[in-house]
């Protein structure tokens, strides 16, 4: 699991590879990404906006901008916890995810970005 705290906001991550998809005759890897996203601030905060760099190994690169994440825009008072899970296709068997979080503090109505740390995305299981 990888895992990073911004201002106070934990980021969860893991990872599965759910096999491979045809899609416009062309073989995908299909991963999903499953996300815990815990305030451990003393304030209550807001996720707006989601940003993602999807890389594979074959150097393409997707950017995806959107509201919230899964058309929800969760509010978190401290020490809430809002999980999700959700995927990506990618044309290599190999690739990575980043991005951040864009966040509102509800109390001052400041605004701020919560970084999604990098994670990894492989049809390989590696043993420790």
């Known amino acids: 699991m990888i895992q990073q705290v911004t201002k106070g906001i934990k980021i969860s991550v893991k990872t599965k590879f759910n096999g491979t998809s045809f899609r416009n005759n062309r073989l995908y890897y299909v991963f999903a990404y499953f996300i815990t996203i815990e ?45 999700y899970s959700s995927g990506c296709f990618l044309e290599s068997n190999i690739g990575a995810m980043r991005g951040y979080y864009s966040m509102e503090n509800l109390e001052t109505f400041q605004k701020f970005k919560v970084i999604i740390p990098t994670f990894q995305l492989s049809t390989l299981v590696l043993s420790n």
């Open 39 to 83: 305030n451990k601030s003393s304030e209550t905060v807001k996720l707006t906006h989601r940003m993602w760099e999807i890389f594979d190994s074959l150097n393409n690169t997707e950017i995806v901008n959107g509201e919230g994440v899964i058309g929800q825009t969760p509010i978190l008072k401290p020490n809430d916890n809002y999980s």
